[in-house]
């Protein structure tokens, strides 16, 4: 008997066929994301391993212990007009007198030049710091921790290697010798390298620091942050809740969202030919770069703003109207605290972006080589992604830890700040 297949069931098996296909389709749709994100987050994970890894030099320093005789000849107690006292002196010289003790048979201008280079040319500061401190400690022997120089550090952790020929490394095999002896007497010990967060820049790797940068980047931020939030939030309002829709509006919108795609350097350009040049402001300053980034934050805040707004539904104004409220209540007391959470979360994302720019403050003279850290906005400053990109320019070897250091530096502020957005996205988020 054979058997006849009805339309009905030739439909339901096309269905089943079609049902069977889409599943296919979703899986391999589901299978080719899965495979997109774990690439993204394995291309991540490599670049950001890379980073740390190559930032863990620069994290630590190797010192040296020494008994210091802080001779009343090679210093002079002074007073200022304001009869407050310091104490100058030779500081450098009495820590390499001191060094020069363990070493009694160099005696040659040549060799001394060799033993004092185990030393970094700030092995004095600290000395310094602590006599100025306490004056009581003239004529007294003081034991002091003082920095080895950065190619001696890194031979020390095995990033220069000390087994080739003399002629391929940076260490003569008698500053090996002597190294070894200090070695063995226990006076090199590593500890945290304070330098990196307690210093400004400097040319020699061990003593550069990211102290200066950092206050930049934050008095630059602070300067954004207080021109662009009110500026960019007072427009938006009001091209999203009181602008008549006209073609003048429309021109407005249309170049805000334009702003937004325009490369970082010609903000820079803007902000060279008229804050500096126009109003002559100061070069170099945070007030100056800070007012730059505000121009190109603004379009980011006025769209972000433009949108929490109104995702508000327009019940909330129509009952707060039909209460008797004006316009500007509604929007002050009822559709802004509404918008809150997406508006200081459309900012700090912005002051994000505008913390990691280097391009426009290129233009401006923030890309200096600044030692002292700023007081004010007004100030000599540079930013974290500026003295990034001086140190990645920078030949010598010990800078590379550096730069790294100064990049994951520059991640945890990022990532700091992004956080603050999220947290101030749930303190002040309403439901509806």
């Given amino acids: 008997m054979t058997d006849v297949t009805t339309p009905e069931q030739l439909a339901k098996a096309k269905r089943a066929a079609n049902l069977a296909k889409r599943y296919r389709s979703e899986r391999r749709f589901r299978a080719f994301g899965m495979a997109a994100v774990l690439t993204a987050m394995g291309i991540l994970g490599f670049l950001m391993t890379s980073i740390v890894y190559s930032s863990i030099p620069a994290f630590t320093h190797h010192h040296l212990t020494l008994d210091v005789v802080v001779d009343e000849s090679r210093v002079e107690l002074m007073v200022d007009d304001n009869n407050q006292t310091s104490v100058d002196g030779n500081w450098l010289g009495l820590v390499r007198a001191s060094l020069r003790a363990h070493f009694p048979e160099v005696t040659s201008r040549r060799d001394k030049r060799k033993l004092y280079g185990l030393l970094s040319i700030g092995a004095g500061d600290g000395l310094a710091q602590m006599v100025n401190d306490t004056p009581s400690l003239i004529g007294q022997t003081v034991q002091i921790d ?34 070894d002896k200090l070695t063995a007497d226990g006076l090199v010990h590593r500890a945290f390298a304070w330098a990196l967060f307690n210093n400004g820049d400097s040319r020699e790797a061990e003593m550069a620091g990211l102290k200066g940068a950092f206050v930049g980047s934050l008095l630059t931020i602070f ?54 040049s126009f109003f002559q402001m100061p070069r170099s300053a945070p007030l100056v770069g800070g007012l730059v980034l ?6 980011t805040i006025i769209i972000a703003t433009r949108a929490s707004l109104a995702s508000v539904p327009p019940s909330i104004r129509q009952a ?10 509604v929007i002050m007391h009822h559709v ?8 200081l979360t459309g900012t700090i994302i912005g002051l994000a972006q505008a913390a990691g720019e280097t391009a426009p403050l290129l233009m401006i003279g923030m890309m200096a080589f600044i ?5 004010d906005v007004t100030a000599k400053a540079t930013v974290l992604p500026a003295q990034i990109y001086m140190w990645a320019n920078n030949p010598e070897r010990a800078f590379v830890a550096r730069t790294s250091a100064g990049i994951v530096v520059l991640l945890s502020f990022l990532l700091t700040i992004n956080a603050l957005a999220i947290i101030l996205r749930k303190r002040f988020e309403k439901r509806w």
Avoid: C, H
């Fill in 294 to 299: 505000a121009l190109m934050t603004l379009p």
């Fill in 371 to 375: 030692v002292d850290t700023p007081t």
């Fill in 336 to 343: 802004l605290p509404l918008a809150m959470p997406g508006i």
């Fill in 320 to 329: 707060a109207m039909a209460l008797g409220a004006s316009r500007i209540q």
């Fill in 223 to 276: 300067v954004t942050l207080l021109v662009s939030f009110p500026l960019g939030v007072l427009a938006a309002i009001y091209l999203q809740e009181m602008a008549p829709k006209n073609r003048l509006t429309a021109l407005i919108e249309v170049n805000t969202n334009n702003l937004a795609a325009v490369p970082s350097i010609v903000f820079g350009l803007l902000g060279l030919a008229v804050f500096i």
């Fill in 146 to 179: 003082v920095p080895l120089s950065d190619d001696v550090d890194l031979l020390i952790k095995g990033l220069i290697d000390r087994t080739l020929p003399e002629q391929d490394r940076l260490i003569s095999d008698l500053e090996l010798s002597w190294l």
